[in-house]
């Protein structure tokens, strides 16, 4: 009889492996901490993922260093990308994992 693939116990999707760490904030993919995803951000969506990490939305976070919205949106799903996360959600939690250096967020 054929084992069931695990899932993540948030979002149900199977799972190619053993891939998900649990943190404060849900489980995270163990992809997340790729060191050379971290190394991947410029010190731009460093700054974005620390204005995300206090709660900002999109358009506030625009407002606040000057760009579009859309700009940030791109950003976003760059460190997504570089971060191996699928949320904004896993991002956050990874801010303190990726902030080797101390991520610069504008006053």
Same mark, same amino acid.
């Given at each position: %009889?054929?084992? @069931?693939?695990?899932?993540?116990?948030?979002? !149900?999707? &199977?799972?190619?492996?053993?891939? %998900?760490?649990?943190?404060?904030? !849900?489980?995270?993919?163990?992809?997340?901490?790729?060191?050379?995803?971290?190394?991947?951000?410029?010190?731009?969506?460093?700054?974005?993922?620390?204005? /995300?990490?206090?709660?900002?939305?999109?358009?506030? &976070?625009?407002?606040? /260093?000057?760009?579009? @919205?859309?700009? +940030?949106? &791109?950003? &976003?799903? $760059?460190?997504?990308? $570089?971060?191996? +996360?699928?949320?904004?959600?896993?991002?956050?939690? /990874?801010?303190?994992? +990726?902030? $080797?250096?101390?991520?610069? +967020?504008?006053?």
């Amino acid at each position: %009889m054929p084992t @069931e693939a695990p899932r993540c116990p948030t979002c !149900g999707q &199977i799972l190619a492996h053993d891939t %998900m760490l649990n943190t404060v904030l !849900g489980p995270v993919p163990a992809s997340a901490l790729r060191p050379q995803g971290s190394r991947q951000l410029s010190p731009r969506q460093r700054q974005i993922l620390g204005l /995300m990490t206090k709660g900002l939305r999109n358009k506030v &976070i625009a407002d606040a /260093m000057d760009i579009t @919205e859309g700009t +940030v949106k &791109i950003q &976003i799903t $760059a460190i997504f990308k $570089a971060l191996g +996360v699928k949320n904004r959600t896993q991002a956050i939690a /990874m801010a303190p994992t +990726v902030a $080797a250096t101390p991520i610069e +967020v504008p006053e």
